[in-house]
Nanobody, 126 residues
Framework: QVQLVESGGGLVQAGASLRLSCVAS????????MGWFRQAPGKEREFVAA????????TYPDSVKGRFTISRDNAKNTVYLQMNSLKPEDTADYYC???????????????????WGQGTQVTVSS
């Protein structure tokens, strides 16, 4: 079982940048497509980004495309989320997750991910 630990959240002003990190407990991490999700108070968990196991492809929803970048370093068992031009609506708890479903249709769905970190809070003030 993969354990994931996120870090890097914080309180920033609109327009600032943050880089989130997610470290996995072992090298089986390298076999998984990894995703980032976020959840704001009172809202459903929302897909933010995903990256294939070798980093060959990435995907983002329109809400963050061009501002957020997901990357990974398999030698360090780590996936990153670089967030630029942050907006108040980006405020949420951010979670990294490992995709355990083989269903491609679940790539952007939390139900496709079986391992989750505890989350890191991001607050963007206006």
């Amino acid at each position: 079982q993969v354990q994931l630990v996120e870090s890097g959240g914080g309180l920033v002003q609109a327009g600032a940048s943050l880089r989130l990190s997610c470290v996995a407990s072992d090298r089986t991490f390298n076999a998984y497509t990894m995703g980032w999700f976020r959840q704001a108070p009172g809202k459903e968990r929302e897909f933010v980004a995903a990256i294939s196991w070798r980093g060959a492809w990435t995907t983002y929803p329109d809400s963050v495309k061009g501002r957020f970048t997901i990357s990974r370093d398999n030698a360090k068992n780590t996936v990153y989320l670089q967030m630029n031009s942050l907006k108040p609506e980006d405020t949420a708890d951010y979670y990294c997750a490992a995709q355990t479903s083989l269903e491609y249709t679940l790539l952007q769905d939390p139900r496709g991910y079986g391992y989750w970190g505890q989350g890191t809070q991001v607050t963007v003030s206006s």
